[in-house]
């Protein structure tokens, strides 16, 4: 099943220019199954989900993470009901931690992003994916941070990150069909960690 597990929509992401309904229309017009809306450090509820989903028509499976900016980097994250625990700007071990505590996956977003310095810090603590590629992604900084996953055996996430509809359907993962819920996807990236 085509996931694109990271996506910002406007307002809540001021960087992006994408209204959730145009969202919905792109991803399902490039093929995508299932989509993670996951906006900087900030998480749709439940109930604001619900009603983006019932504008929803098609099989589109519609889920909410977030982008979490730390003191080092971007992480995004899975499974977590709401953002208590979590400030911006934060160390990413606390960020890490709290999230494990919860059940959520930590997948550092573009780590290698601005240079080969910038995602080193990813060798030393504990998460549970890497976004290898996305439309924010230069080639170098890819093969850096699909360098990282291989020799840490973490899970490889590609996405489009997107901040406008032009990218959306370039990038995605395949995840199993069996993904339901946002829990799922969560235990799945973690449980992929290869000692």
């Known amino acids: 099943m085509k996931f694109d597990c990271h996506l910002h929509t406007s307002p809540r992401s001021t960087c992006s220019t994408i209204s959730p309904e145009s969202l919905l229309k792109a991803s399902m017009e490039a093929g995508i199954e299932a989509i993670v809306i996951t906006e900087h450090d900030s998480l749709w509820s439940a109930d604001e989900l619900n009603s983006l989903r019932l504008k929803c028509i098609g099989g589109l499976k519609i889920f909410a993470g977030?982008?979490?900016?730390?003191?080092?980097?971007?992480?995004?994250?899975y499974g977590l009901k709401d953002l208590r625990g979590i400030s911006f700007n934060m160390p990413s071990e606390r960020l890490i931690?709290?999230?494990h505590l919860n059940g959520a996956a930590v997948v550092a977003a573009h780590p290698f992003r601005f240079s080969r310095e910038d995602g080193q810090h990813c060798y030393e603590i504990d998460i549970d994916g890497v976004e290898v590629s996305s439309s924010n992604t230069s080639h170098e900084a890819g093969r850096l941070a699909l360098k990282l996953a291989n020799e840490r055996g973490l899970f490889q996430l590609t996405s489009s990150d997107a901040h406008t509809t032009s990218v959306i359907g370039k990038y995605h993962t395949a995840f199993p069909a069996h993904i339901s819920t946002i829990s799922e996807l969560a235990e799945f990236i973690r449980s992929y960690k290869q000692e």
């Open 97 to 99: 931690s709290h999230a």
């Open 66 to 77: 977030v982008e979490v900016s730390c003191l080092d980097g971007h992480f995004l994250v």
